[in-house]
Structure formats: C-alpha cells, structure tokens
C-alpha cells in the first residue's frame, strides 16, 4: 500500500496549489480519505477535509470556503485545492486512507489514528 502526495511548493500569499494524493495497493473507491496538515515545530496534526467512498465531502470550518477536496476512483487519485494561501498554511500535508469511516461520523474522520494508511506528505510553504 502507497500513498503518495505531491504538488506541495513555495508559494507567494495569496495563491492557489492543488495537492495530488496517488495511491496504489487497494482500491481508492472502498476507502474514505482525508487531508491533513502538521505545521512547522507543531504536534499537532490539523485535519482539513474528508471524502467519503460515496463521494460525500467535510471540511473543518476553519479551511471550508478556501480548501476542496475531490476524488478521480479511475486515476487513484484524492486531489485538495488550496486557495488564498497565507503564511499560516504553511505545513507538510498529508493524506489519508480509512476503510470504515463515513463522513457523519465527525470526531472519527477528524482522528488521524481513525485511520488505516497515511502517506509521507508533501510541503507546502507560504512566503513572500
């Protein structure tokens, strides 16, 4: 099992990334995913959004309106669309594969031990 993030950059405030999430060894339409983010010198693990085998979607309220995920079963992609980048966004983002989570199940899916595979995480860094 692979999960594989990219797209992650420098970036200057105020710009747009879209992530890529490449799996590999299951199939990404029997697992929920989602997207988290570590920010430098923090332990915490920020969750950001969440899409469900039916193609169901959450974001956490603090990225809903800036940040989408979306999913493409056929490609074995989870992509996440970042706008209005600030210095704040700055983090490793990685994703996440879960077998038997669903979206209404909100303190779960937020988890990120809820979940079965995680991948590596891609760089994202904010800065004039």
């Known amino acids: 099992v692979q999960l594989v993030e990219s797209g992650g950059e420098l970036v200057q405030p105020g710009g747009s990334l879209r992530l890529s999430c490449v799996v590999s060894?299951?199939?990404?339409?029997?697992?929920?995913m989602g997207w988290f983010r570590q920010a430098p010198g923090k332990e915490r693990e920020e969750f950001l959004c969440?899409?469900?085998?039916?193609?169901?979607?959450y974001c956490a309220d603090a990225v809903k309106g800036r940040f989408t995920i979306s999913r493409d079963n056929v490609k074995n992609t989870v992509y996440l669309q970042i706008n209005g980048l600030s210095p704040d966004d700055t983090a490793v983002y990685y994703c996440a594969a879960g077998s038997r989570l669903r979206v209404a199940w909100k303190v779960a899916i937020m988890t990120p031990r809820s979940y079965d595979y995680r991948g590596q995480g891609t760089k994202v860094t904010v800065s004039s």
């Open positions: 969440f899409t469900g085998r039916d193609g169901s979607t």
């Open positions: 060894g299951f199939t990404l339409g029997d697992y929920a």
